[in-house]
């Protein structure tokens, strides 16, 4: 049986509903009512310990999305305090019952999106898994934090978990508003807002990550190849950033500044066709 954390949410929904086609025997958890599940449900909050320990009897894996979303719908003591706890409490009772595998939905928020745009500049691009986490706001941190965490319980036990960390997901609506206006000194945007990922491959990768065949806590970026603009990517880098960024790799046309080689290598991630694209 697969747990999944978040089960109402509008990503936790699909997730659920790809488990389920998959044949999957799922149990959904999250703090609100979902009337309309598909599968069994338990509403809890996993700030109580006992209620993460709970969920998870007689499960063989946990799929945890269940999160404050931020950082701008929520205070950052309120996205804090249930991240993390939650977080710590889910993971440490899935080490402590021996499930094979937990998949955390990270965020590429924890890389460096910032109130203030300008204020994240990377040590270099395209953004790939060993450039450290720089977050500036609390939704971040509670990511980063929730990585940590993902690192102890794969240290001292056999449980493995894979970190996702998808930057902003742009549904169709929203990916029928692209190209964006490109980001200048004027009128910046933070760079991670400059990659998206689609909704149905964020979805597919939490399956990858479920299934891929890894020891001890590894962390994926998930991005589309494109940006969400239409100028070359080299030239934004340029006017935004000056000479302040190294380039390592090739960034051709307007390829995304976030990398996901690590997911297409490891987990055989095949990101979908790009907004302006046919």
């Excluded at 109580?48 to 979303?69: F, Q, R, S, W, Y």
Aim: proline share 6%; charged share 25%.
């Amino acid at each position: 049986m697969i747990v999944v954390t978040g089960a109402a949410g509008r990503l936790g929904k699909q997730v659920v509903r790809r488990l389920v086609d998959e044949g999957f025997e799922i149990l959904g958890t999250d703090k609100v009512p979902f009337d309309d599940s598909p599968t069994p449900y338990i509403q809890a909050d996993l700030c109580d310990a006992e209620k993460a320990n709970e969920v998870l009897k007689g499960a063989d894996a946990l799929i945890h999305m269940g999160a404050t979303p931020g950082p701008q719908r929520h205070g950052s003591s309120e996205i804090f305090e249930n991240n993390v706890p939650s977080t710590f409490n889910i993971m440490m009772a899935a080490a402590d019952k021996k499930l094979r595998r937990v998949v955390f939905s990270s965020s590429a928020f924890g890389m460096g999106w910032a109130h203030e745009p300008a204020a994240f500049i990377p040590k270099y691009l395209p953004l790939d898994e060993e450039h450290p986490m720089m977050p500036f706001e609390a939704y971040g941190l509670s990511k980063q934090v929730g990585e940590c965490i993902a690192g102890m319980i794969s240290r001292n036990s056999s449980t493995s978990v894979a970190s996702l960390r998808f930057t902003n997901v742009a549904y169709p609506e929203v990916q029928a508003e692209f190209p964006w206006a490109a980001p200048t000194q004027e009128n910046p945007r933070t760079l991670v807002m400059w990659a998206y990922a689609d909704s149905r491959d964020v979805v597919e990768m939490h399956l990858l990550a479920l299934r891929g065949e890894f020891e001890g806590h590894e962390a994926f970026l998930i991005a589309q190849p494109k940006t969400r603009f239409q100028e070359p990517t080299l030239d934004l880098i340029r006017q935004n950033f000056g000479s302040q960024v190294e380039i390592r790799g090739e960034l051709r046309d307007n390829a995304s500044v976030i990398s996901t080689r690590k997911a297409q290598h490891m987990l055989g991630f095949k990101p979908r066709q790009n907004w302006n694209e046919s």
